[in-house]
């Protein structure tokens, strides 16, 4: 089946800086790429996804991009706000409704 | 739209006793799944189901069970609680389409604790 690691397992980062989160994957079959966020005592809520068919999308300070090749893609957010601090969790899919989900990354950004 | 309710949000069950988590969702979603989270291991699949009157297994489906008998409830049964089954449950519901691909809706979950 697919394996999804995630990097890193946690990260500290100053407001205003930029997180950067990495995802690798097994499958080359997999096609769609989606990260959640979860919040603390709350389940995880979708934040961006991409396609296979697409190497980059963003929405506002948050961005993915994605390597075919490498079978890897990313989360980059810009302008970190306190309330950016949370758990992500990347994922991975074949065509399909079965998501593999990374172990996650806890996110803190200090004030 | 209360989106997908999951009760109760915590309990603690002795090894041996049985329990089922309730998961109901309101949006009227065909797809519906459960999943476990553990620290630093992500979420891991336990059950899924496409429809009503269909489930399928997912990557730890041992010492569980569901059904699904309308769209909106899909319950998880624990049977013969262990230890190893202390872990906070995520019920989830999707709607698959071409546009939306598979967008997952997920409930607050529920923290169990086997002692």
């Known amino acids: 089946g697919e394996n999804v690691e995630q990097h890193p397992s946690t990260l500290s980062v100053q407001e205003g800086d930029s997180a950067v989160i990495k995802c690798t994957y097994s499958?080359?079959?997999?096609?769609?790429f989606p990260w959640y966020k979860q919040e603390l005592g709350k389940g995880p809520q979708l934040i961006i996804d991409?396609?296979?068919?697409?190497g980059e999308k963003k929405d506002q300070r948050i961005a993915v991009t994605l390597n075919k090749t490498a079978k890897h893609f990313s989360l980059h957010i810009t302008e970190t706000q306190p309330e950016d601090s949370a758990v992500y969790f990347c994922?991975?899919?074949?065509?399909?409704?079965?998501?593999?989900f990374g172990a996650g990354t806890t996110v803190t950004v200090r004030a | 739209n209360a989106g997908v309710t999951q009760t109760p949000k915590f309990r603690i069950l002795k090894i041996g006793q049985s329990m089922t988590l309730q998961c109901t969702q309101d949006?009227?979603?065909?797809?519906m799944y459960w999943y476990r989270q553990d620290p630093g291991m992500g979420l891991k699949l336990i059950y899924y189901?496409?429809?009503?009157?269909?489930?399928d297994k997912g990557e730890v489906p041992n010492g569980y069970n569901v059904s699904r008998s309308t769209t909106e409830d899909f319950p998880l049964r624990l049977e013969l609680a262990a230890p190893s089954q202390t872990s906070v449950y995520f019920c989830?519901?999707?709607?698959?389409?071409?546009?939306?691909?598979?967008?997952?809706?997920f409930g607050p979950g529920t923290r169990l604790t086997v002692l």
């Open positions: 189901s496409v429809g009503a009157g269909i489930t």
């Open positions: 991409i396609r296979s068919n697409v």
């Open positions: 949006m009227n979603h065909n797809y």
């Open positions: 989830a519901s999707s709607s698959p389409t071409i546009a939306s691909y598979n967008e997952q809706f």
């Open positions: 994922a991975a899919s074949k065509n399909d409704y079965k998501l593999s």
């Open positions: 499958d080359s079959a997999s096609n769609y």
